[in-house]
C-alpha cells in the first residue's frame, strides 16, 4: 500500500506563479525525497530532507517537513513551462538498511506559458 | 558517467507468457531497485539487490523474480504474464551503502504491454 498521499492530485498555474504540493505520510520515518517525472519517463530525485530538518532548499525548490503532522510540502517558485511533470514524495518507512522507498501518488503540475 | 539503461524500452506479450527486463546501473553503484507503476496502483517497489544479494522484496507474487550479476547488472523476470502485468518497469541504482539515504537515479523504464 502507498505510504504518501499527495494534495492536490493535479494543479494547473501560470508561468511564473508557484506552486505548492502537499505529502503526507503514515508511518515514521528517517528521511523524505521528492523526486520529479516527466510524461510516464524515469524519475529525477530533486531533494531529500531528513527527519531532524525543518526545511531545505536547491534553486528554486523549498521542502519542508513536519514530523509531528507527518506532512511535508514542496514549494517550486516562479514555475516554469519546464517544470510540468508529476512530483512524487517518497519515504524510506519499514526500509530498514535497503534502498526500499514508498511513493506516495503523486501531483500532476501543469504549468501554462 | 553514463546514466542508468534499460532494456528493452518496450515490449509486447500475450498472457501466459515470460517476459525478462534488464538494469545496467551507473558505473560503480552497488544497489539497484526496481519498481511497478501503473495508473491504478502508482509506483511499487518490486525489490532491491546489493552485491548479488536480494535485500529487500515487495509484496509481489512469486511471478516476479530477479537477479544481480557481478557486474551489478541486474535482471527481473515476470512468468506468466496477467494482464494487470502491464506496466511501466523502472529500475534505479545507488550506491547502496547507505540505504534509503542514498540518492537513486532511475532508468527511463521498460513499458510492457501485456495482450
Known amino acids: 500500500s502507498q505510504q504518501g498521499e499527495e494534495d492536490p492530485q493535479a494543479l494547473s498555474i501560470q508561468e511564473g506563479e508557484n506552486a505548492t504540493m502537499n505529502c503526507s505520510y503514515k508511518?515514521?520515518?528517517?528521511?523524505l525525497q521528492w523526486y520529479r517525472q516527466n510524461s510516464g519517463r524515469g524519475l529525477v530525485h530533486l531533494i531529500l530532507?531528513?527527519?531532524?530538518?525543518r526545511e531545505k532548499h536547491s534553486g528554486r525548490l523549498r521542502v519542508t517537513l513536519d514530523t509531528s503532522k507527518k506532512s511535508s510540502s514542496l514549494l517550486i517558485t516562479a514555475s516554469r513551462a519546464a517544470d510540468t511533470a508529476s512530483y512524487f514524495c517518497?519515504?524510506?518507512?519499514?526500509?530498514?538498511?535497503?534502498?526500499?522507498?514508498?511513493f506516495g501518488q503523486g501531483t500532476t503540475l501543469q504549468v501554462k506559458p | 558517467k553514463a546514466g542508468v539503461t534499460q532494456t528493452p524500452r518496450y515490449l509486447i506479450k500475450t498472457r501466459g507468457q515470460q517476459v525478462t527486463l534488464s538494469c545496467s546501473p551507473i558505473?560503480?553503484?552497488?544497489?539497484v531497485s526496481w519498481y511497478q507503476q501503473t495508473p491504478g496502483q502508482g509506483l511499487q517497489f518490486l525489490f532491491e539487490?546489493?552485491?548479488?544479494?536480494?535485500?529487500n522484496k515487495g509484496n509481489f507474487p512469486g511471478r516476479f523474480s530477479g537477479r544481480q550479476f557481478s557486474n551489478s547488472r541486474s535482471e527481473m523476470n515476470v512468468s506468466t504474464l496477467e494482464l494487470g502485468d502491464s506496466a511501466l518497469y523502472l529500475c534505479?541504482?545507488?550506491?547502496?551503502?547507505?540505504?534509503?539515504?542514498?540518492?537513486?537515479?532511475f532508468g527511463p523504464g521498460t513499458r510492457l504491454t501485456v495482450l
Open positions: 539487490y546489493f552485491s548479488e544479494t536480494q535485500r
Open positions: 508511518t515514521s520515518i528517517n528521511n
Open positions: 558505473s560503480g553503484h552497488r544497489s
Open positions: 530532507i531528513r527527519s531532524n530538518e
Open positions: 534505479a541504482s545507488s550506491a547502496g551503502t547507505s540505504g534509503a539515504t542514498d540518492t537513486q537515479y
Open positions: 517518497a519515504t524510506d518507512a519499514g526500509s530498514g538498511n535497503t534502498g526500499k522507498l514508498i
